[in-house]
């Protein structure tokens, strides 16, 4: 059984910073992307930055210069590193690890961005 374990989110103020992280545990095999997407309320869920195994990792235009993902293959760990955020951040953010045959979501976790 896989888990996905999120962790960090919370409340912050606009040019605040935060950075999530989370877990992949259990007999997954193979990660090749790890990625983050976020779901406002009343909006589809978007992607948000992906790091492939190998080559450069990207990021939705409202995001880039503030957000940089990475990720630790030994732990099977992605991070969310978040600078100067915004309102318009605020999100349920989830991780997600592809793998060749199945992807793994992460449970969700809350981003507030707020005065």
């Known amino acids: 059984q896989v888990q996905m374990v999120e962790s960090g989110g919370g409340l912050v103020q606009p040019g605040g910073s935060m950075r999530l992280s989370c877990a992949a545990s259990?007999?997954?095999?193979?990660?090749?992307?790890m990625a983050w997407y976020r779901q406002a309320p009343g909006k589809q869920r978007e992607l948000v930055a992906a790091a492939p195994g190998g080559g450069s990792s990207n990021y939705a235009d409202s995001v880039k210069g503030r957000f940089t993902i990475s990720r630790d293959n030994a732990k099977n760990t992605v991070y969310l590193q978040m600078n100067n955020l915004k309102p318009e951040d605020t999100a349920v953010y989830y991780c997600?690890?592809?793998?060749?045959?199945?992807?793994?979501w992460g449970q969700g976790t809350q981003v507030t961005v707020s005065s």
């Open positions: 997600k690890a592809q793998t060749a045959f199945y992807d793994y």
């Open positions: 259990g007999n997954i095999f193979r990660i090749s992307v």
